[in-house]
DNA sequence: CTTGACTTTGCACGTTTATGCACGTTTTAT
DNA sequence: ATAAAACGTGCATAAACGTGCAAAGTCAAG
């Protein structure tokens, strides 16, 4: 295999599990440790990636905003945004939320997957452009810059036009009593907004969100279908969403 | 076997294998590799192909993003942005258009600069989400994904909400008789609403495109107040459209 | 048919690049 | 606090590289 194959090949795997690990990278290539560890480097000296201790992370600049929250988990939000993906049938319309994990799963999406998908997140718009077959629909609004989405009164009008079959829905805490919650007023307004005008809810949550409240509730628990969560979790933080009739969803982490 | 046949025959292998090495080929060949290593050279400098270190890779689509479409030609574009981001004075309200060209002029705005950018490309909305004082406006609707930018009726309808100091338009066609034009005719019909709601228009157009014409007309030349070009371009290229009263800035390429 | 200009090819040479290993250091996990 | 894993650096080797050159081949004008 050419160096430069292999270079490219490595961003590949690393936009798709949105993380590196030398040693399994450098067994599935059959070549030594050294050899990846050289290419990480020099891919992170062009500002390809993000070297760290282990492998390497995106350093992607069209989310720079993002870069501090996508190390968190990246292995478990690109296994989310994967499974949530194969959750949307052909032919469905989808309203993909704002945020990292969101963005993961636009990019899982089958390539030969026809369907709509409807966002207010120019980033998941911007992935989705290069998509074949997915139509888009972009939801316009003033742009709230932390997480990047629409918000305000022209989303709300344009939000209010739309009814989707399944909104997946980003969050920062989810909790069997005090619900689903995010950190900014409009940006909750915006989701419980999306909620009601979709058929089925299904929330995307890395492990720590679960059991965890940000100060703005979006809606109760019990509005929600469907929760996606990384594989390998202790029960405890699953067991009382599924004692509430939630199906819990678990993403193997490969 | 002739040595342009070869050539062919080193093109489709690479079409069809993703990548050429030149050890193997030579041998199937049974040619030196010097031979083969100077047919790959000659066919690089065409640009048919990726010289790489052991063989060849192809030349656009799995190069496109790894090294990057804007570092191509990263003087002109980037000149014209700059230059188009000082016409913007602090307090104003502006329209970015979509292109490669815009998002240059969103990542050249000065850092300090208050101001509100409306657009419908997502990639630009991308880009400024970074900027920490510009308040962003996102106009939403049907994605047009080879430009990457909202179209259809709810663009025109969010459009029709908006009054604007200036747009910034990008254009694949300035001709001094049969106007501004671009290959898309829904494209064509956004950017002559914006137009229509905007005081002022400029016309961000590298060399390229001058005097050149593409298949939808968006509106006479007459248009627009002022068009940026890049510097260093014969007056004849230029001089027709002065001739018009239409001022031309020039982007100096530092 | 011959001549001379030009092209193509393979070889020799010295240079650059890629890779794996050894060694000592730093980071991480226990 | 300690052990294991990951790290960076220097080094040796082999492969790949470019260049200059000469032999073989091609072609058109004479």
Redesign the pocket.
């Known amino acids: 295999m050419l ?1 430069q194959q ?1 270079k490219a090949h490595i961003l590949e795997v690393l936009r798709r599990d949105g993380r590196i690990i ?2 399994t990278l450098s067994q599935e290539l059959g ?5 990846i ?2 290419d990480l ?1 020099e891919l992170a000296a062009e500002g390809l990636l993000q ?1 760290v ?3 390497a992370l995106p350093a992607s600049p069209a989310l720079a905003d993002f870069s501090g929250r996508q190390g968190v988990a990246p292995g478990a939000k690109a296994a989310i945004g994967r499974a949530a993906a194969r959750m949307i049938q052909p032919g469905q319309v989808v309203f993909l939320d704002g945020g990292t994990t969101a963005v993961q799963v636009a990019r899982n999406l089958a390539s030969d997957l026809k369907a709509t998908v409807v966002t207010h997140s120019p980033s998941v718009a911007v992935v989705l452009a290069e998509h074949p077959t997915v139509e888009v629909v972009l939801i316009g609004g003033r742009l709230f810059k932390h997480s990047v989405v629409a918000v305000g009164a022209a989303t709300f009008a344009a939000i209010a036009q739309v009814r989707v079959d399944t909104f997946f829905m980003g969050v920062t805490g989810v909790h069997a009593e005090v619900g689903l919650t995010t950190g900014d007023w409009e940006e909750a307004a915006v989701k419980r907004a999306v909620c009601r005008h979709a058929a089925e809810t299904v929330v995307l949550a890395s492990h720590e969100k679960l059991g965890a409240a940000s100060p703005y509730v979006i809606a109760p628990i019990t509005e929600i279908s469907t929760l996606v969560v990384e594989d390998g979790l202790p029960d405890y933080l699953i067991e009382p969403y599924r004692r509430l009739g939630i199906a819990v969803q678990t993403a193997r982490d490969p």
């Open positions: 160096t292999r030398a040693k070549l030594s440790e050294d050899t560890r050289r480097r070297r201790h282990g492998g």
